[in-house]
């Protein structure tokens, strides 16, 4: 601004000024004390210096709240309850300030800090303070009074229910530019102000001698995003309230009169910054010019876009079918299942992509590094080179024969801006199943949505209008204590979730978990196990409280995150077909891991033509190809665990049998088995007839559907033990682990009848409770299995199972 002239102070009594605050007559405070005209503070009473008439008073602002509805909080800039005379106020803001419906404000409340800000249309020095006020109650209270040239301020103490008039102490500068004031009290008693009157001139202006300019990182600053241009002055606290901004390519980088800069299309701009000469000491303009770059957000992205070529693997050899046998494809697989059950998941076959969120806690700032993300995209796309074992695509495009590909992306970090216990703590009363990672995730994918400018299409491969699979890896170590629940791995589907293309299916871990395997490589065991549950597997361990014991013994990418994925897996995401047998035969089978041959004998109840159905199901299981390292000794360095490090074969009772239930405006129906998907979505409330199709049976307790009776008692998929006959869902301790002896070689046999005790039936009676004596020798479903085996011949490269039809 041009230096103005100093005016000279005008004078006023204050009883004038007093008189003119309560012209409409006096007022009643809550403590039914009146406003006097003509009463003044003395210094005994409020510990500062009392006004006279002889001290030099000016500018007023007087309170007149009438307009104001008592009790009305004042937040805007509405001039309604003050009136101005010879001082320009641009604008007002309140923090806990109310009208009173009377010639004064009440600012603060019992419990809250109040505060009161003006704001001037230039600078000016305040070179004198007096305010005319009085308490709610009898007690005293602080009033504090500060400038834009003054922040620490400066106070007066007020006593009594009485209007007085209070002066507050010499400002510490008189010279400086004021731009705005602000009176403030604390929570201990609400003031009730009359006026404010100020000594007051035009501000001097300090002049700069120059300009510095601070952006933050501009050089590549992505579209859409903005950044504050900030100016500072030498001598600092220079007003420049004129200064200009402006931008050479406003359809690249424009810039508001305010110094915020926004990037708008690729390429390059440049910025100037002009202070005007009226405010310099060399009375020359200041100029300052940036040069802003704008890219493509997409660049910082790590994409994946492999064929598989560098994965290695066996394609899925051609089967061939002989007498009482044939290979099958399976009818059902485990996406569709999930579907009928209102569960949108990633796909199992073909190329699918799948997005991942490095999310940054608070305070985590220096872990979320360019190179911690680079290493995730390694465990996550890398070549198998590139890890201390297989990458999360490597190991699916070998698991599956080359018949998944996952492709994806890896976002920057995401710095969503809560601590780790912040986020722990958060609820929704609205769904008892809620989890802190929904809210997470609907911002993660918000952000990156907008950040990247694209609706999320392309992780939706299925149309289903969810992103196939959201990845969110984060910023904290796991907590293996499991005082804090939300630093864990695991795999969720946000329910309520809602829009087009938004993220449903979605797996959590930390990026620590990428250092538990072999060596200081990386490790993608965990990120494996979870995507197993992305693409619909269940748990094959037993949940924490469960009464059974761990049905698969240890053994499995399912159950403890080793090796490759059983012959029911695989079977249940449609990557094999295996021999369904009819009649005696015998039928050679081939490494697993390298052909995805398995041997399934359906009960005496039949078969379905599916994988959700109750069935014996057998593999040659050898340590090769993704069974090798963690079958080496010590096993896999994440929980000690190792795999069969001999051949044989792996016999599993499996029971993927589907129930269906009927919603019937208040709730689901009892559970009915059922050969076919049932499903039906009645979209308006009450939703009367909507269908749903589960599995009925879970490894662990809390995870069946049938509770009672002794269904309860049945398994998903339990594995037989050859040696000691063990039953690995009951009657063994909690710790069992599968062995070399739980594998069938050259001269052993297996039969219902040889091992019914790892059949319900045989155990339990109807109720599900346990029988003093043996009951049925009964697959679940209560027929009989027709078959027996026999086992001969067994090398690295095969075995032969002699399958002997019985009555």
């Known amino acids: 601004m041009k230096k103005q002239k100093i005016v000279a102070v005008a004078t006023l009594a204050a009883s004038m000024l007093l008189a003119g605050c309560v012209s409409n007559g006096s007022s009643s405070l809550p403590s039914s004390n009146s406003v006097s005209s003509n009463s003044v503070a003395s210094s005994s009473e409020t510990g500062s210096s009392a006004s006279s008439s002889s001290q030099p008073v000016g500018e007023t602002i007087v309170f007149a709240a009438a307009a104001i509805p008592n009790a009305t909080k004042i937040t805007s800039a509405t001039t309604d309850f003050y009136t101005v005379n010879g001082l320009s106020v641009t604008g007002t803001s309140g923090t806990n300030v109310y009208g009173t419906g009377n010639a004064y404000i009440k600012i603060a409340v019992k419990s809250t800090a109040g505060s009161l800000t003006f704001d001037l249309d230039g600078a000016k020095s305040i070179t004198s303070v007096k305010m005319n006020a009085a308490l709610a109650s009898g007690t005293t209270q602080t009033v504090t009074f500060a400038d834009s040239a003054n922040p620490s301020g400066v106070s ?9 008039d209070y002066a507050f102490p010499s400002l510490t500068d008189t010279t400086g530019s004021v731009l705005s004031f602000t009176i403030s009290v604390p929570t201990t008693a609400p003031l009730f102000l009359a006026s404010l009157t100020f000594g007051l001139q035009d501000g001097v202006e300090t002049k700069a001698s120059s300009m510095t300019l601070s952006t933050g990182n501009i050089s590549d600053l992505p579209i859409g995003e903005t950044r504050q241009i900030g100016v500072t002055t030498d001598p600092v606290g220079v007003t420049f309230p004129t200064t200009t901004f402006s931008s050479d390519r406003d359809d690249i980088a424009s810039v508001s009169s305010a110094g915020i800069l926004t990037a708008k299309a690729i390429g390059t701009a440049i910025i100037t910054v002009t202070l005007p000469g009226a405010h310099t000491v060399s009375g020359n303009d200041i100029v300052k010019t940036i040069t802003v770059s704008v890219i493509d957000p997409n660049v910082f992205l790590l994409t994946s876009t492999k064929d598989g070529s560098t994965y290695g693997g066996n394609a899925k050899p051609a089967t061939v079918d002989g007498t009482g046998y044939a290979a099958t494809q399976n009818r059902d697989i485990q996406h569709q299942l999930s579907a009928a059950s209102g569960i949108l998941e990633l796909p ?32 996550f796309f890398g070549d198998a080179a590139e890890t201390g074992w297989e990458s999360l695509a490597s190991y699916y495009w070998k698991s599956s024969f080359q018949q998944l590909l996952l492709q994806g992306t890896v976002s920057e970090w995401w710095q969503c801006g809560y601590s780790a216990s912040t986020v722990a703590n958060w609820s929704d009363p609205e769904w008892s199943s809620f989890d802190p990672t929904w809210r997470l995730l ?21 149309n289903d209008g969810a992103l196939d699979g959201v990845w969110m890896v984060y910023s904290r170590p796991q907590d293996t204590t499991g005082t804090n629940s939300l630093l864990w791995a695991y795999t969720f589907e946000d329910l309520r979730a809602s829009g087009e293309e938004v993220g449903f299916k979605y797996a959590w871990a930390s990026y620590r978990f990428m250092y538990e395997g072999y060596g200081t490589k990386l490790d993608a065991h965990t990120f494996i196990h979870e995507t197993g549950h992305m693409m619909g597997l269940d748990d094959y361990y037993t949940y924490a409280g469960a009464s059974n014991f761990g049905p698969m013994a240890g053994l499995d990418m399912m159950d403890n995150n080793i090796i490759d994925h059983n012959a029911y897996s695989k079977f249940a995401y449609g990557w094999t077909s295996p021999y369904v047998v009819s009649d005696s035969c015998s039928i050679t089978l081939h490494p697993a891991a390298t052909t995805g041959e398995s041997i399934l004998l359906p009960d005496a109840a039949g078969w379905n033509g599916s994988s959700f159905d109750e069935y014996i199901l057998m593999e040659f299981y050898t340590p090769t190809n993704l069974n090798y ?57 009450p939703y009367t007839g909507t269908t749903y199709s589960v599995l009925a049976h879970s490894n662990s307790d809390s995870r069946q559907q049938l509770t009672t009776g002794i269904e309860k008692r049945f398994r998903l998929i339990q594995e037989m033990d050859c040696t000691q006959k063990r039953d690995f869902t009951y009657g063994v301790n909690q710790d069992a682990t599968a062995d070399n002896g739980t594998l069938f070689q050259a001269g052993d046999s297996f039969s219902l009848s040889a091992y019914h005790d790892s059949f319900p039936r045989y155990k339990f009676d109807a109720n599900g409770d346990k029988l003093v004596s043996p009951g049925f020798e009964q697959m679940n479903d209560g027929s009989t299995l027709p078959y027996s085996v026999s086992f001969s011949s067994m090398s690295n490269d095969s075995i032969t199972v002699n399958v002997t039809k019985v009555a």
């Not at 609907?442 to 299925?462: H, I, L, P, S």
């Open 442 to 462: 609907e911002e993660a994918v918000k952000w990156y949505k907008a950040r990247y400018n694209t609706t999320g299409a392309e992780f939706d491969q299925d």
């Open 348 to 379: 199992s076959i073909n190329t699918q992509k799948i997005l991942v969120i490095p999310v940054c806690f608070q305070g985590d700032e220096n872990v979320a590094t360019d190179t911690l993300r680079t290493n995730i995209y390694k465990t």
């Open 156 to 164: 007066v103490t007020v006593a009594g229910t009485t209007f007085a």
């Open 629 to 685: 390292q963690d079958s080496l000794p010590g096993g896999y360095p994440g929980n000690n665990k190792r795999g069969f490090y001999e051949n044989g074969v792996r016999i599993y009772h499996v029971d993927a049998r589907m129930v269906y239930s009927v919603y019937d405006g208040k709730g689901f129906g009892a559970w009915d088995y059922t050969d076919d998907i049932k499903y039906v979505y009645v979209e308006q409330s």
